[in-house]
């Protein structure tokens, strides 16, 4: 069974760690497809950062990102973000966020990280496998 990063039950139901979540979809010896959900913020940055920086230690370095169902997302994420970008490429492998929603890909812009992140509107997590 592929990990999945929950809030811990001795937080508040309003705590943003409890409106947010990570699940591994799919991985391998060096690929990994994350799905992120909810509001994401300066109070989970820190469990996003952890879980992308298992995947790298695993040696993951080709990562996807789906984020389809993140409803927010705030500077210090995107940070996070950016500097696993960096330590992906070079390592050789990428961070590329899929099914980014319009009002993600206008905070990449507005933040400037519209032309330096790897994006695509498709979703990984909606594409049945052929075999």
Do not use: Y
Not at 23 to 50: F, H, M, S, Y
Not at 81 to 110: D, K, M, N
């Amino acid at each position: 069974m592929l990990p999945r990063i929950h809030p811990s039950s001795s937080e508040r139901p309003s705590d943003s760690k409890s409106r947010a979540s990570l699940t591994t979809i799919r991985q391998d010896r060096t690929r990994a497809l994350v799905r992120a959900a909810g509001e994401w913020d300066l109070a989970n940055a820190d469990v996003l950062a952890g879980a992308l920086a298992e995947h790298e230690r695993a040696g993951r370095r080709f990562v996807r990102l789906d984020v389809s169902a993140v409803t927010f997302l705030d500077c210090t994420c995107l940070e996070v973000l950016a500097a696993a970008h960096v330590r992906l490429l070079g390592a050789r492998g990428t961070l590329v966020l899929t099914g980014v929603p319009a009002r993600v890909t206008r905070l990449l812009s507005l933040a400037g990280l519209a032309q330096v992140l790897f994006t695509t509107s498709l979703s990984d997590v909606d594409v049945t496998r052929t075999a």
